[in-house]
């Protein structure tokens, strides 16, 4: 089943709304500066693995400031425990197997993250946001599937 793009706006405009910790009238919005929305995700993580959650072996001060200054989520399911199928769940709100991305990519996969999947980071760039995606993509290796096509603006 394929989503329309108003549903995937939708799909956005409800995570957005859930980050932001005030309810401001349609007045107010336009002068309210938007929220900054980092997600961070994370490959074999355990729910106690850093400070915020409970880790007492090594410090994450940088972590633990922004937990303490957003929001944390304390319950988070994925539709794969592998990389590449995880991944594009989390980008496209759709399960992995609709899009065609089972196990993980690696740099001679032929196929990757679809031109006419509409990606988390599309809809936020559409609302003036600035993307970026730091590590490892895992969604196709060639050129057509690289984050600079799926609405990241930088990556590394």
């Excluded at 932001?20 to 007045?27: E, G, L």
């Excluded at 993580?45 to 007492?56: E, L, Q, S, T, V």
């Excluded at 940088?62 to 303490?68: F, I, Y």
């Excluded at 740099?107 to 999947?117: D, F, M, R, T, V």
Aim: charged share 20%; aromatic share 8%; net charge positive.
């Amino acid at each position: 089943m394929k989503f329309s793009g108003d549903v995937m706006k939708v799909l956005a405009i409800v995570l957005l709304g859930a980050l932001v910790p005030s309810i401001v009238t349609a007045k107010n919005l336009e002068q309210q500066k938007a929220p900054n929305v980092v997600v961070i995700f994370i490959d074999d993580m355990g729910y106690a693995d850093i400070n915020p959650f409970g880790a007492k072996n090594y410090p994450t001060p940088n972590l633990n400031r922004m937990a303490a200054e957003g929001r944390r989520f304390t319950d988070f399911v994925v539709s794969s425990a592998v990389c590449s199928a995880s991944r594009s769940a989390l980008l496209t709100g759709c399960y992995h197997t609709r899009i065609g991305i089972s196990g993980a990519l690696g740099p001679k996969s032929n196929h990757g993250l679809h031109a006419n999947e509409v990606t988390l980071a599309e809809l936020c760039r559409e609302e003036g946001y600035a993307t970026a995606a730091f590590g490892k993509w895992h969604l196709g290796n060639h050129p057509k599937f690289l984050p600079n096509r799926h609405g990241i603006d930088r990556y590394y």
